[in-house]
């Protein structure tokens, strides 16, 4: 007896982004499985996939948003719900990858943490990691298994391209982004600055920035970073770009985490338009006028079906995707 084996492609959200879920299975024209997810009365989370996913190539999306590690969490539990259901390949989606600036030791007595999720991810059952522009490359070598690293890049560019004109320079607002940066110009076609920055010793979510190293006198300054949080880095470039004598700044990320109080802060500062992406949600609360959301839920549909198809991920990039 002969059996010709079939590939079935199951896509199943978490309760973290929704919207981004249901955006990614329109692009591939799917239909999302359902989870049952639900919490006792502790706080336990509880998972029931509704149909079966024995054989299945299962893809579950899930962003690490606020709360973190109950988002984390989640995912973990629905990795091994799939595991025990039988699934051919586990492929864990996440967006934005929770933790992902405690990718070294800084000082000592410190956890690299970035690593214990890799950990965890591996050890719920994950066979692949997929997510969108990491915090530093190196996390990628945290995994024993294939992890295909994306880019909003293509959504961000072609947005500069479609809404700016004239004298244009890319700014990395410190040191650890001027690769990104210089790669975004090289794209753009225009010039490349750098703020330097630091941080006081001992102190969290607080930067100091020196001095810009490049020519921005008169010029349409496009800042670019993998993230927002408190935007204290965003905003200490923003101010410093000003009295430099830039003529207009803007402020591009790929994850908006946008924490307290980073809305405030970009409200008042120098920056006169915010982009980001939809790696996060951006509840009502910390959405302004100034702010605008891309969406990557095509970049992350292309992968999918890349993924599935065993067919090459970095060519929807050009081979620009490492981090």
Known sequence: MELI???RLELVSGRSHRDLAEAIATHLGLELSGANLREFA???????YEVSMRGADVFIVQTHCGPVNDTLMEQ??????????????????CPYYGYSRQDRKSTGREPITAKLVA?????????????????SGQIQGFFDVPFDHLTAAPVIEEYLRDRVDGDVVVVAPDAGRVKVAERYS???????????????????????????????????CVLIDDMID??????????????????????????GLLSDPATDRLKASAISRVVVTDTLPVTREHQFEKLEVLSVASIIADAIDAVFEDTSVSEIFGGENLA
Do not use: F, Y
């Not at 490349?192 to 490049?214: C, S, Y």
């Open 5 to 7: 084996p079939r590939r």
């Open 42 to 48: 502790n706080g336990e989370v509880h998972c029931r």
């Open 76 to 93: 973990l539990i629905m990795i091994d719900a799939a595991k025990r259901a039988s699934a051919k390949r586990i492929t864990a989606v």
């Open 119 to 135: 950990d965890m991810l591996s050890a719920a059952g994950a066979d692949r990691v997929v997510s969108v522009d990491l915090h």
């Open 186 to 220: 090289q794209h753009l076609g225009c010039d490349l600055a750098l703020v330097h920055k630091t941080r006081p010793r001992g102190r969290v979510n607080e930067v100091e920035a020196r001095h810009v190293v490049g020519e921005v006198v008169g010029r349409h």
């Open 230 to 255: 408190t935007a204290g880095t965003i905003c200490a470039a923003a101010d410093l770009l000003k009295e430099a004598g830039a003529a207009d700044v803007w402020a591009m990320a790929t994850h």
